[in-house]
């Protein structure tokens, strides 16, 4: 069933949901199941912006070797190194959001159901007897195929970007396909409970406004120096994990309706 909903409404929608997720975290005592997909998140971000730092001046290096003429060689080694810079950062934080999405699976699906159990007003329920393997393995599959998709997705963006005045569109393009496979993967985490993964994909497509809106704070969070990078996580996954239950619960297609 396709959402009726406009998709800027339901873009609000999954940046409002961010308001009080501190609060719910704390109340239901979920920082303990957080501390793993912290330190996952650092060592990712840490490795990704010493890489760029390290291997701009060598990409830089090979690029500017493409300007065969004297003049002007210095003003474009120095763009080259820039542009290496930023590509790499780019990239890095593409592979930045599946691998520490999909590394923190089988830590972020307990706090999704909790937080469902929560709304739902039971004490307990479990929908889905999955082991640590089987959230790990559904974790890697779907980033995977998330990273494939935003990588065809992103290069055609990136190479428009370079015709003049096209570049603002084609920054902003990006930065919503980016925000759109991290909403995607928070939405996940509860999803793999109700719906097997081809039934996930087609309910993110069709609630695709949520998952840009929470992807855009994600997004935004990642832009804030060290404290970005390790409340991320927690604070996405506990906004996407209360809209898509919500969600699931007025199309009446959680399966604790059927209990």
């Given at each position: 069933?396709?959402s009726?909903?406009?998709?800027?409404?339901?873009?609000?929608?999954?940046?409002?949901?961010?308001?009080?997720?501190?609060?719910?975290?704390?109340?239901?005592?979920?920082?303990?199941?957080?501390?793993?997909?912290?330190?996952?998140?650092?060592?990712?971000?840490?490795?990704?912006?010493?890489?760029?730092?390290?291997?701009?001046d060598?990409?830089?290096?090979f690029?500017?070797?493409?300007?065969?003429?004297?003049?002007?060689?210095?003003?474009?080694?120095?763009?080259?190194?820039?542009?290496?810079?930023?590509?790499?950062?780019?990239?890095?934080?593409?592979?930045?959001?599946?691998i520490?999405?999909?590394?923190?699976?089988?830590?972020?699906?307990?706090?999704?159901?909790?937080?469902?159990?929560?709304?739902?007003?039971?004490?307990?329920?479990?929908?889905?007897?999955?082991?640590?393997?089987?959230?790990?393995?559904?974790?890697?599959?779907?980033?995977?195929?998330?990273l494939?998709?935003?990588?065809?997705?992103?290069?055609?963006?990136?190479?428009?970007?370079?015709?003049?005045?096209?570049?603002?569109?084609?920054?902003?393009?990006?930065?919503?396909?980016?925000?759109?496979?991290?909403?995607f993967?928070?939405?996940?985490?509860?999803?793999?409970?109700?719906?097997?993964?081809?039934?996930?994909?087609?309910?993110?497509?069709?609630?695709?406004g949520?998952?840009?809106?929470n992807?855009?704070?994600?997004?935004?969070?990642?832009?804030?120096?060290?404290?970005?990078?390790?409340?991320?996580?927690?604070?996405?996954?506990?906004?996407?994990?209360?809209?898509?239950?919500?969600?699931?619960?007025t199309?009446?297609?959680?399966?604790?309706?059927?209990?």
């Amino acid at each position: 069933m396709i959402s009726e909903r406009p998709m800027i409404r339901n873009i609000f929608k999954g940046i409002k949901a961010y308001a009080g997720t501190f609060k719910l975290i704390s109340k239901l005592g979920l920082w303990k199941y957080f501390g793993i997909p912290m330190l996952i998140s650092f060592l990712v971000a840490s490795s990704i912006i010493l890489s760029a730092y390290a291997f701009s001046d060598n990409f830089g290096h090979f690029i500017s070797k493409l300007w065969i003429w004297e003049w002007g060689r210095e003003t474009f080694g120095y763009l080259s190194e820039l542009l290496s810079g930023i590509l790499i950062l780019i990239l890095g934080f593409m592979l930045y959001k599946h691998i520490v999405m999909a590394f923190s699976a089988p830590f972020m699906s307990p706090v999704s159901e909790k937080i469902e159990a929560y709304l739902l007003g039971v004490e307990r329920h479990q929908h889905r007897d999955t082991s640590f393997t089987d959230q790990l393995w559904r974790g890697l599959r779907i980033n995977v195929r998330n990273l494939l998709f935003e990588l065809l997705l992103t290069i055609p963006i990136i190479l428009i970007g370079f015709i003049p005045l096209v570049g603002i569109v084609s920054t902003v393009v990006l930065f919503l396909v980016q925000a759109y496979y991290a909403g995607f993967g928070n939405m996940d985490y509860t999803l793999e409970r109700h719906f097997k993964y081809d039934e996930s994909i087609k309910f993110v497509k069709q609630h695709r406004g949520l998952a840009i809106g929470n992807g855009i704070v994600f997004m935004l969070f990642l832009l804030i120096p060290f404290i970005g990078i390790i409340l991320v996580l927690p604070l996405s996954v506990t906004a996407a994990s209360t809209e898509t239950v919500k969600i699931l619960k007025t199309q009446n297609r959680l399966k604790s309706n059927d209990i």
